[in-house]
Nanobody, 124 residues
Framework: QVQLVESGGGLVQAGGSLRLSCVAS????????VGWFRQAPGKEREFVAT????????YYKDSVKGRFTISRDNAKNTVYLQMNSLKPEDTAVYYC?????????????????WGQGTQVTVSS
């Protein structure tokens, strides 16, 4: 059973930074593509960033390009989302997701395993 545990969320002022972490309980983490998604109240879950299992390919939602960085540490079974220059519109519950595939999907339907989410609130 794969389990994902996110942490690092919180309340921050606009322009601030947060780093989200997601630890996966899986034996071969290096063979999983990873993604970060978010869901604001009353909205559908949306793609934020993805990273291939090699770490060589990344994709970002246009509105976070240049501000967010996805990375992974396979030795720690952990994926990170560094978020800088945060804006109020970034407020949402953030979820990490895994799938044992080479290319990271950019839709929620492409993922099998999900964390419980961590709340990020950006005040203006």
């Amino acid at each position: 059973q794969v389990q994902l545990v996110e942490s690092g969320g919180g309340l921050v002022q606009a322009g601030g930074s947060l780093r989200l972490s997601c630890v996966a309980s899986v034996r071969t983490f290096s063979r999983y593509a990873v993604g970060w998604f978010r869901q604001a109240p009353g909205k559908e879950r949306e793609f934020v960033a993805t990273l291939s299992w090699t770490g060589g390919s990344t994709y970002y939602k246009d509105s976070v390009k240049g501000r967010f960085t996805i990375s992974r540490d396979n030795a720690k079974n952990t994926v990170y989302l560094q978020m800088n220059s945060l804006k109020p519109e970034d407020t949402a519950v953030y979820y990490c997701a895994l799938r044992d595939t080479t290319v990271a999907p950019t839709t929620p339907e492409g993922y099998i395993y999900w964390g419980q989410g961590t709340q990020v609130t950006v005040s203006s």
